[in-house]
């Protein structure tokens, strides 16, 4: 007789963040270990049907669909292996796992083949099983669907909103966009190397009234200090040694719409003085010549520096900053919102992985990508999940496709601190129920640290409510002086 079991009410922990209750089918007609694995499943906060043959099971599979089916290859009226196969046909996205007594290779290899998730022998530890094997397509289940709700919200995204976050920050971000678009007035973008700060003033054009002119960029510190007046302003023929024929400026390029002025921190103090009259007269002078040439230019300026502190070391014009700066807008680093992670991820294997279903991505992978810091900021993360999909193929992607650094982070975060010998124990080992409530206390201000203090984005980070962290801190006694903020 089929029997149902609901799985417990359980507080997902910080480890258990990548994890989703599954719908799952024992078959097995040894009653002694059919029990001990539903409930250790159960246990584990799993939902269980059981089923006591071959028949009852083909009834079940005909009537629903189970995240896993776990099926004894031995069972009265209808075998394990049959019944897998009804599966395969029916549900492909089932994780199968058989099990037997009576280890058989050539059934074992010829399941996998067919698709079995798993093949295991009798008898083997239920609750270790459960939260081995069962807990890793949990973890990939719960991953999936983050990535395939983010891969519909990138899809859905407006054709005309190129920029990718949903935290608050980001959202700020955007709509400080929208609002400095309609206005012609400089504005100075801030933000790491590889935060986005080009695509942030290609949106600020692309949103604004001039979005049918031109959009020019010039990087301030490619061209060396004699050629960027020239690069900027143009010149005519004979002005110095090499201008053999008139050439226009990047200003003059980008009459009627934007010029980026990239890296303005790079420009020496003469051309300096130089950009401070072109915004205050609105017109320039080709090198070579002194007629003045109108131009109508919205002048944007991006940085990584701090232009105050450039000013107070006598590098930056002060007049020339207060200039650039009557807007300002600033991206946060990748570090500050990793709850964008998914978001992104999904944006990128689209785009490295065009026109085919994206590659999934191993719990392990995603873990050191959560951890890793990316100083790089969205450019390394681009560049590492480039990476990524032209090593894995195709294939899932995991630890070994991504860069050294990367995956060290995973390895660091896995490897348990040595034990405390103060702290008492054989061998100095503490209790486990001490070691493990010091655990969460260092895990939980570890994630506070990540989200820069914010509680909510370390409740999300952690897949706990807002109201359960909070609890967790009382518990701890943790408060915002322990919170290391960057």
């Known amino acids: 007789m089929m029997v149902e079991r609901l799985a417990k009410t359980r507080t997902r922990s910080a480890s258990q963040r990548h994890s989703v209750p599954l719908d799952i089918l024992v078959v097995d007609d040894d009653e002694a270990s059919r029990l001990s694995l539903s409930y250790a499943l159960t246990d584990a906060g799993h939902k269980v049907t059981e089923a006591l043959d071959g028949e009852e099971a083909i009834a079940l599979i005909s009537e629903r669909i189970f995240d ?52 295991v022998t009798k008898p083997f530890d239920a609750e270790e099983f459960s939260l081995r094997v069962i807990g890793h397509i949990a973890e990939h289940r719960a991953l999936r669907n983050e990535l395939e709700e983010a891969r519909k919200l990138v899809a859905s995204r ?177 570090r500050e919102r990793r709850a964008d992670l998914p978001l992104l991820l999904a944006h990128f294997l689209r785009r490295f992985y065009p026109g085919r279903v994206p590659p999934g991505i191993a719990p392990r992978a995603w873990t050191a990508l959560m951890e890793y810091p990316f100083p790089g900021n969205v450019r390394e993360f681009a560049h590492s999940i480039e990476r990524a999909v032209v090593l894995a193929h195709g294939n899932e992607i995991d630890l070994e496709h991504l860069p050294a650094d990367i995956a060290a982070a995973a390895t660091a975060q896995a490897t348990p601190p040595p034990p405390a010998e103060s702290e008492g124990g054989e061998g100095g080992l503490r209790p486990l129920a001490v070691a493990a409530k010091e655990f969460e206390k260092q895990y939980l201000l570890r994630a506070l640290k990540l989200a820069n203090g914010a509680k909510t984005q370390a409740a999300e980070m952690l897949g706990i409510s807002r109201k359960n962290l909070w609890e967790k801190l009382k518990q701890h006694a943790i408060t915002d002086d322990d919170v290391e903020t960057e």
């Open 158 to 334: 407006d054709a005309g909103s190129p920029i990718i976050g949903n935290t608050p920050s980001m959202v700020q971000l955007v709509e400080r966009i929208n609002t400095v678009a309609q206005s012609d007035a400089p504005v100075l973008i801030r933000g790491e190397s590889g935060t986005g700060k080009k695509l942030v003033a290609h949106t600020l054009h692309a949103r604004s009234p001039r979005k049918n002119g031109p959009f020019v960029a010039v990087n301030c510190a490619a061209f060396p200090e004699n050629m960027i007046e020239a690069e900027l302003f143009g010149h005519e023929r004979g002005a110095f040694v090499g201008a053999l024929r008139d050439r226009e400026g990047r200003f003059k390029a980008a009459d009627g719409g934007s010029l980026l002025l990239d890296e303005i921190a790079a420009l020496p103090l003469p051309a300096q003085a130089k950009l401070l009259r072109v915004l205050e007269e609105g017109v320039i002078k080709p090198l070579g010549t002194n007629t003045s040439v109108p131009i109508n230019v919205r002048v944007l300026a991006a940085t990584d520096q701090d232009l105050k502190e450039l000013v107070s070391q006598g590098k930056f014009r002060e007049d020339l900053y207060f200039r650039v700066n009557v807007v300002d807008l600033t991206i946060p680093p990748l």
């Open 68 to 119: 896993v089916a776990i099926l004894d290859v031995r069972l009265p009226k209808v075998d394990g292996l049959t019944i897998f196969r009804r599966i395969r046909q029916k549900s492909p996205s089932t994780s199968v796992i058989l099990m037997t007594a009576f280890a058989s290779v050539p059934d074992a290899v010829a399941s996998l083949r067919e698709g079995a998730y798993d093949y």
